[in-house]
């Protein structure tokens, strides 16, 4: 681990360390853009989301209702400055990185959530994450039955357009439950930007970087044990040994119960045997 990715662990473990209310998602998500863009100006890009927010603030005017500034929201971000979802490469990973999309304009349904959410909390449009299956979506604190949905340009659905949504991108292989337009916490919205990109360095068997991603959900979720588990296998494969031992060991301790403790138990035995004694 190099001493800039380790300086960026260390301030992501620091921010994560605060009440799910208190985190900055903002941030957090330019320090996991960090890990791949170690020379971001992190101030100078949180600068850019001020900056979209005043353009937004000048057309809004006084007196209008939530629909009004979520339209507005809407039409300046999507139809003036231009961002979309990136349809055409879903999995490039730049699409998880916040820099990337404020430079790009382009992202997936979590960052132009992100993105959405940021501008709005600085001009008084409180917005919260609605982690849909495979569909991230926002919600006003003060509508609860429309929902924004920032890749494909901020159109508004209702409850049952949310869940043609779901069909069309689930295939219908996912059965609707209401429960699926519940608001997520800023963990969880960190998270899940997160994972995107763990999921996307796995498939591509780039566990350099699938590590890094793993030691900010090891960072962000320390009572999880899973996370642990996961990269001690990465670990393991790479045959850094000790580190995998330690991982895998904890995971064993956290007392979860576990269908997979004999594989665990077995790949032990295969670091003792591997380790110099």
């Given at each position: 681990?190099?001493?800039?990715?380790?300086?960026?662990?260390?301030?992501?473990?620091?921010?994560?360390?605060?009440?799910?209310?208190?985190?900055?998602?903002?941030?957090?998500?330019?320090?996991?853009?960090?890990?791949?863009?170690?020379?971001?100006?992190?101030?100078?890009?949180?600068?850019?989301?001020?900056?979209?927010?005043?353009?937004?603030?000048?057309?809004?005017?006084?007196?209008?209702?939530?629909?009004?500034?979520?339209?507005?929201?809407?039409?300046?971000?999507?139809?003036?400055?231009?961002?979309?979802?990136?349809?055409?490469?879903?999995?490039?990973?730049?699409?998880?990185?916040?820099?990337?999309?404020?430079?790009?304009?382009?992202?997936?349904?979590?960052?132009?959530?992100?993105?959405?959410?940021?501008?709005?909390?600085?001009?008084?449009?409180?917005?919260?994450?609605?982690?849909?299956?495979?569909?991230?979506?926002?919600?006003?604190?003060?509508?609860?039955?429309?929902?924004?949905?920032?890749?494909?340009?901020?159109?508004?659905?209702?409850?049952?357009?949310?869940?043609?949504?779901?069909?069309?991108?689930?295939?219908?292989?996912?059965?609707?439950?209401?429960?699926?337009?519940?608001?997520?916490?800023?963990?969880?919205?960190?998270?899940?930007?997160?994972?995107?990109?763990?999921?996307?360095?796995?498939?591509?068997?780039?566990?350099v970087r699938a590590i890094r991603m793993m030691d900010l959900l090891v960072a962000l979720l320390?009572?999880?044990?899973?996370?642990?588990?996961?990269?001690?296998?990465?670990?393991?494969?790479?045959?850094?040994?000790?580190?995998?031992?330690?991982?895998?060991?904890?995971?064993?301790?956290?007392?979860?119960?576990?269908?997979?403790?004999?594989?665990?138990?077995?790949?032990?035995?295969?670091?003792?045997?591997?380790?110099?004694?």
């Amino acid at each position: 681990m190099t001493d800039n990715t380790q300086a960026v662990l260390g301030q992501f473990a620091a921010l994560a360390q605060v009440p799910d209310q208190e985190i900055d998602v903002a941030r957090a998500a330019f320090l996991i853009a960090a890990t791949e863009y170690p020379d971001l100006d992190i101030e100078g890009q949180v600068e850019l989301l001020d900056s979209l927010a005043a353009g937004v603030s000048r057309r809004l005017g006084g007196g209008k209702d939530s629909l009004f500034y979520l339209n507005t929201l809407a039409e300046y971000l999507f139809d003036e400055v231009g961002f979309r979802g990136n349809h055409e490469d879903y999995y490039d990973p730049d699409n998880s990185f916040l820099n990337q999309v404020l430079s790009r304009r382009l992202g997936i349904p979590i960052t132009l959530s992100l993105l959405c959410s940021e501008v709005g909390k600085r001009i008084g449009i409180p917005l919260v994450g609605i982690g849909m299956p495979g569909h991230f979506l926002l919600r006003h604190q003060n509508e609860g039955d429309l929902f924004l949905d920032p890749f494909n340009r901020g159109i508004l659905l209702s409850v049952n357009e949310c869940a043609e949504r779901l069909n069309d991108v689930a295939r219908g292989n996912i059965a609707w439950d209401p429960a699926f337009l519940a608001p997520v916490g800023n963990r969880d919205f960190v998270a899940r930007i997160i994972r995107n990109l763990k999921g996307i360095y796995l498939n591509g068997a780039d566990h350099v970087r699938a590590i890094r991603m793993m030691d900010l959900l090891v960072a962000l979720l320390p009572m999880e044990p899973k996370e642990r588990r996961d990269r001690g296998l990465i670990h393991f494969e790479l045959e850094h040994w000790e580190e995998a031992k330690e991982d895998l060991r904890r995971y064993l301790d956290s007392g979860s119960p576990k269908q997979d403790t004999a594989a665990v138990n077995w790949m032990l035995g295969r670091i003792d045997a591997n380790q110099p004694r």
